[in-house]
T-cell receptor, first 113, second 114 residues
């Protein structure tokens, strides 16, 4: 299993540009998450999904959109990029149930100039 | 609202010394607590998951304890090695968390000096 994969690894955007961060998992997990991690900080939840067609906001959803058309994929879209969105973005997945571990992708480092 | 705190934010120890990392949380209504390791520029790797009914969990040189009533968990790493240098994060899963959302601490950055 490849686990959770994310593309791209790095990206530089200009203010106002848009992009989609891709996330795929091959573990057939129902639950998927997007986090951002600012330098020296913990993780903040942007959006999450409990299954195909179902998404919900986390702590910091403004400026982002998500969709979940399949179990495997959970892309994160940035519209009108702003410098405040400069961060490292992590995708994660898990099976439902309180006693299951959460697995993370390697991250996408995004800089908005 | 659940708050998870990790103190200190950074720690430096000589090789061979035991590491003690602390995690505290404000709401004891949790299902479990998970410890992660993050290497620079990398994602998070799960180290240990300790359930609310457990007092401790062990894996190799790692031992995690949980005191739910006082809202504390401690990760012990025995006989530290330079390869243990990383950031360690703890996260709790609350009983009422929709979507099994985790709440993370800010992490402790560890440097083990040869």
């Amino acid at each position: 299993n490849a686990g959770v994969t994310q593309t791209p690894k790095f990206r530089i955007l200009k203010i106002g540009q848009s992009m989609t961060l891709q996330c795929t998992q091959d573990m057939n997990h129902n639950y998927m998450y997007w986090y951002r991690q600012d330098p020296g900080m913990g993780l903040k939840l942007i959006y999450y999904s409990v299954g195909a067609g179902i998404t919900d906001k986390g702590e910091v959803p403004n400026g982002y959109n998500v969709s979940r058309s399949t179990t495997e994929d959970f892309p994160l879209r940035l519209e009108l990029a702003a410098p405040s969105q400069t961060s490292v973005y992590f995708c994660a997945s898990r099976q439902p149930g309180a006693y299951n571990e959460q697995f993370f992708g390697p991250g996408t480092r995004l800089t908005v100039l | 609202k659940q708050e998870v705190t990790q103190i200190p934010a950074a720690l430096s120890v000589p090789e061979g010394e035991n590491l003690v990392l602390n995690c505290s949380f404000t709401d004891s209504a949790i299902y479990n607590l998970q410890w992660f390791r993050q290497d620079p520029g990398k994602g998070l790797t799960s180290l240990l998951l300790i359930q609310s009914s457990q007092r401790e969990q062990t894996s190799g040189r790692l031992n995690a304890s949980l005191d739910k009533s006082s809202g504390r968990s401690t990760l012990y790493i025995a006989a530290s090695q330079p390869g243990d240098s990383a950031t360690y994060l703890c996260a709790v899963l609350m009983i009422k968390a929709a979507g099994n959302k985790l709440t993370f601490g800010g992490g402790t950055r560890v440097l083990v000096k040869p």
